[in-house]
C-alpha cells in the first residue's frame, strides 16, 4: 500500500513536471513569435511613422520577454543598436543609439527613444545627445545637425 502511494506522488509529480515545461515551452514560443513581427517585417510601419528602420544584416544580441535587442558593427560611425520593448505581445518602444566620431577622445552617443502610446497615431520622440559620461536631451533639428556633420542617415527613414 505504501509502496502504491510513493508511486503515485512521484507520477504526480513527473506529470506536473512536464506540464509545468511544455507551458514554459509554449509561452517562450508565443514570445518569440510576437516579438518576431516587430522585427524586419516591422520596417514598413517603422519607414510610415518616420522611425529608423532595422537594418536587414543586423542580428539579435539579446531577448527577454520584454526586450529584444539588436545590433550590427558597433565599432563604426553610425547606426549602432536598437532595442525594442515588449509589453505581451504590443511593442512599447524603441531605442535606435548612433555612435559619432569621438570628440577630444571621448566616445560620443546619440540615442533616439521612441515610446508608443497606446492610443496615439504617432509614437513620442526623445533623443539624447552623450559625450563620454555626460548626457543632454537635444531637440529634433540638433539631432538631425549632428547626423548630417556625420554624414549619417537614419537607415532608410528621415528623421
Not at 517585417?41 to 527577454?64: A, F, H
Not at 565599432?75 to 532595442?83: F, I, S
Not at 563620454?132 to 547626423?147: F, P, Q, R, V, W
Request: net charge positive; hydrophobic share 35%; proline share 3%.
Amino acid at each position: 500500500m505504501k509502496k502504491k502511494y510513493i508511486i503515485s506522488i512521484y507520477v504526480g509529480l513527473v506529470s506536473i513536471s512536464i506540464l509545468v515545461y511544455i507551458g514554459f515551452v509554449a509561452y517562450s514560443f508565443i514570445v518569440k513569435q510576437c516579438q518576431n513581427k516587430y522585427g524586419l517585417s516591422y520596417n514598413n510601419k517603422r519607414k510610415e511613422l518616420g522611425i529608423t528602420l532595422l537594418p536587414p544584416d543586423w542580428s539579435v544580441k539579446e531577448r527577454s520577454k520584454n526586450f529584444v535587442g539588436w545590433s550590427g558593427n558597433e565599432k563604426n560611425v553610425g547606426h549602432k543598436r536598437k532595442a525594442i520593448t515588449f509589453s505581451g505581445c504590443n511593442i512599447e518602444g524603441e531605442l535606435d543609439v548612433f555612435r559619432l566620431r569621438n570628440e577630444n577622445g571621448k566616445e560620443r552617443l546619440l540615442e533616439i527613444q521612441y515610446s508608443y502610446p497606446q492610443k496615439a497615431k504617432s509614437p513620442a520622440v526623445i533623443y539624447t545627445y552623450q559625450v563620454g559620461h555626460y548626457a543632454k536631451l537635444i531637440s529634433k533639428i540638433t539631432a538631425d545637425s549632428l547626423l548630417n556633420a556625420e554624414n549619417i542617415t537614419p537607415y532608410g527613414a528621415s528623421l
